[in-house]
């Protein structure tokens, strides 16, 4: 019994290792400064993805580096409770940090066009020239609205051509929803992973004493 509770403990344990790289690149990458890097992502996901906490993301993933190096030693020796009792708060702090960062996606998605408006408007022409071009949109609100002009482009040719074509937020708002649905619930997904891991570890202690 302790075996299989130390084995699922230290599978559990190397996809929670396997978490922090991810979340560092992501952060890394998508962060403001670096966004040319990462040219294969669409320029709405890119946008999406530097207007989330990626700060969090850096400290979220140096906590996750620590809680590592600490679970391995504490899920081998469960002998030495403090080991452990330090480990499960650590495992505490990372689920508490990513269960609010995944709130906070989420409660982004509750407001979003009223977001992405802003979000628009802050662009550069270049920008909302991509943002056009990937949903095949003209405008922000289209033409018959007082928001800023379209950019001319592949797309939007012409007037003639924008008045044929939908202001990007409808497409927009739409491509925003369901894609940071999948980084929330990918948080939320990643806080029961380290249920599972505060589990084993309770267990093992509850083994140790036996």
Known sequence: MAN???????????????????L???????QPSMSGMSMTVSAAAKLLLQNTPLTVAFFNAGL??????????????AKKRIL?????????????????VGL????????????LGVMWAMQTPMEQSLLQQQFQCCGYLGLNSTSP????????????????????VGPFASFANSFLDIVFTSMFGFVGKIDILINCARARADLEQL
Do not use: E
């Open 104 to 115: 906070d996606i989420w409660f982004s998605t509750l407001q979003t066009r009223s977001n």
């Open 24 to 30: 560092l690149a992501v952060a890394i990458i998508f």
């Open 4 to 22: 299989k509770i130390l084995l699922t403990f230290l599978a559990f344990d190397l996809l929670f290792l396997l978490t922090g790289p991810l």
């Open 84 to 100: 452990l009792r330090i480990c499960s708060w650590l495992l505490i702090a990372c689920a508490l940090v990513s269960l609010a």
């Open 149 to 168: 002009a379209f950019q001319i482009d592949n797309v939007c040719t012409s007037v003639a051509v924008a008045t044929q074509l939908v202001g990007c």
């Open 64 to 77: 996750i580096f620590v809680t590592f190096l600490v679970s391995i030693p504490s899920a081998i020796f």
